[in-house]
């Protein structure tokens, strides 16, 4: 069983990429291609990595652990700190949309690192078809 589980789980997580790439296109328009890149693979990467992580340390669990939900949630804040970041000693900025948006992104794919477990599956599935559809409405 386990076995189909991470079968799923490595689909619900390229759903998850396709989604994150579609945002970094559209938050990043204008820029180099280089920065394209970099806000692309280094969040993949990570996600990457850390669903590595949670799958060797808690795969064996039959639901995820009591403090998942909480450090999505704390990763999904982190654009508003990158935020505040830029604005405070970079004088530059987002839409507040982008901001949103991204903050999003970051919360599925920290889900998505999650989705070896089925109700951290479906969440990262909802994030994923709900930005997919922002990212095609904000492209035109």
């Given amino acids: ?3 189909k589980r991470r079968d799923m ?11 994150s790439l579609g945002i ?3 938050s990043v328009d204008g820029a180099a291609r280089t920065m394209v890149a970099l806000s692309t693979l280094v969040p993949w990467a990570m996600a990457l990595i850390s669903g590595w992580i949670l799958s060797v340390r808690y795969g064996d669990r039959p ?6 939900p909480v450090v999505i949630l704390m990763i999904g804040l982190t654009s508003l ?11 530059s900025g987002r839409a507040f949309e982008m901001m949103l948006l991204c ?14 477990w089925r109700s951290i599956e479906r969440v990262t599935a909802m994030l994923s078809l709900f930005l997919m559809m922002f990212a095609v409405m904000a492209g035109d």
């Fill in 1 to 3: 069983m386990w076995a």
């Fill in 9 to 19: 789980a490595w689909l619900v997580f390229l759903l998850a990429g396709l989604a």
């Fill in 24 to 26: 970094a296109v559209v």
């Fill in 63 to 68: 639901s995820p652990p009591v403090w998942l």
């Fill in 81 to 91: 700190v990158e935020e505040w970041i830029r604005r405070e000693f970079f004088s």
């Fill in 103 to 116: 903050g999003l992104r970051n919360a599925m794919l920290a889900a998505a690192a999650g989705s070896i």
